[in-house]
């Protein structure tokens, strides 16, 4: 199970920082993501993050969202610093992988962002 939770409406150049738990035993053993999905769309990755820790990032969000993970608390972070009206989406975390891997684990409710003046 996938809980996210900090999404916001923020003006642009402002900060979120984004919170996913989860429940499970796919946690400690893949890499994890943070998607984000906009009306019509399919979940589009713009960061992730290994069990070892290297991580990736989309180029439009290279610079200003940062991933992290807690693994004592289960839980994996977006960090996301001067945000762009275009980052306004539905938010999701879910494990970095094969599509049959993310659709077995399964999509929280998704945590919204909007950003607009």
């Known amino acids: 199970q996938l809980v996210e939770s900090g999404g916001d409406l923020v003006k642009p150049g402002g900060s979120l920082t984004l919170s996913c738990a989860a429940s499970g035993n796919f946690f400690d053993s893949y890499g994890m993501g943070w998607y984000r999905q906009v009306p019509g769309k399919q979940h589009d990755l713009v960061a992730a993050?290994?069990?070892?820790?290297?991580?990736n990032y989309t180029d439009s969000v290279k610079g200003r969202f940062t991933i992290f993970r807690d693994y004592a608390q289960n839980t994996v972070y977006l960090q996301m610093n001067n945000l762009k009206p275009e980052d306004t989406a539905v938010y999701h975390c879910?494990?970095?992988?094969?599509?049959?891997?993310?659709?077995?684990?399964?999509w929280g409710h998704g945590t919204q962002v909007t950003v607009s003046s």
């Open positions: 993050i290994s069990p070892s820790g290297s991580t």
């Open positions: 879910n494990v970095d992988g094969p599509q049959a891997l993310i659709t077995s684990v399964g």
